[in-house]
């Protein structure tokens, strides 16, 4: 039986993508995977949100203006696919937006049930206009990022977190994986890192002003920034001011090592 779906679109509205049953594939056990493909066109210094991506999100840059998203679904059944569907909000083809919105719809229908729903994964392959602010949250999956000019946040990642460059970013964290990054400046705001379980590696720019607040667990510090220590120098803890001081920096890693280097 051949199911048709059609979907009426308005400027700033959510699109909540079913599974297209045109692009769906099954196989022999059941399983079956879908393939969403869209592209937006986005305004200089959009805000771009990703949230609830059960597996890899990995973000390619450039110097256009289109957002182009490319994500494989892989389900236990079309059921499980159909109740956590993926949301793109706007949903604009032909017009530009200032901000796009990326998430999976909960599963509230399996929360109230309990029982084997049915599982659901994700491979999420984007390509940014360069020009963006970009937060990522509750994603199951490692995050790879290329450069980003505006601010960049990430919060609640099971999985390692790898950022060529962002402008700025004020807090980042990784329950399961490691944290690299390199920023153009840091902000005001400052800039808060905790990862669990892997090290973290901080780029700042040579003329940075700082205060450093480092704690490690089961690792050690390094750095290679031209920084005055306050107080008792201790395992695995580092207090200290960078240039004349200015926001905080603080960096907390429990299973890992912490870098601070020059870009």
Avoid: C
Avoid at 73 to 88: L, Y
């Amino acid at each position: 039986m051949r199911i048709s779906i059609v979907f009426f679109l308005l400027l700033g509205s959510a699109l909540a993508l079913a599974p297209d049953y045109s692009r769906t594939k099954a196989t022999d056990s059941g399983e079956v995977t879908n393939q969403i493909n869209k592209t937006i066109t986005l305004t200089p210094g959009a805000n771009v949100k990703i949230q609830g991506i059960n597996g890899l999100v990995s973000i390619e840059t450039w110097d256009g203006d289109r957002a182009e998203i490319n994500i494989t679904v892989r389900a236990s059944d079309i059921a499980a696919m159909e109740r956590r569907p993926i949301i793109i909000e706007p949903a604009t083809e032909n017009s530009r937006a200032d901000s796009l919105t990326i998430r999976v719809e909960d599963d509230r229908e399996g929360r109230r049930q309990g029982g084997d729903r049915g599982w659901v994964r994700h491979e999420a392959r984007l390509k940014l206009p360069k020009n963006v602010n970009l937060k990522v949250s509750s994603v199951n999956g490692k995050v790879d990022v290329g450069a980003i000019m505006g601010e960049v946040g990430v919060d609640s990642v099971n999985g390692a977190v790898v950022i060529a460059q962002a402008g700025t970013a004020t807090q980042l964290s990784s329950i399961n994986g490691g944290i690299s990054v390199s920023l153009l400046r840091l902000g005001e705001g400052g800039l808060r890192v905790h990862s669990i379980n892997g090290g973290v590696k901080i780029g700042l720019p040579s003329e940075t002003n700082a205060e450093i607040d480092v704690h490690s667990v089961n690792g050690g510090v390094n750095s290679d920034l031209p920084i005055t220590v306050v107080g008792e120098m201790k395992h695995g803890q580092l207090r200290g001011r960078v240039g004349d001081g200015g926001p905080p920096i603080s960096i907390s890693s429990v299973n890992g090592g912490v870098t601070l280097q020059r870009n």
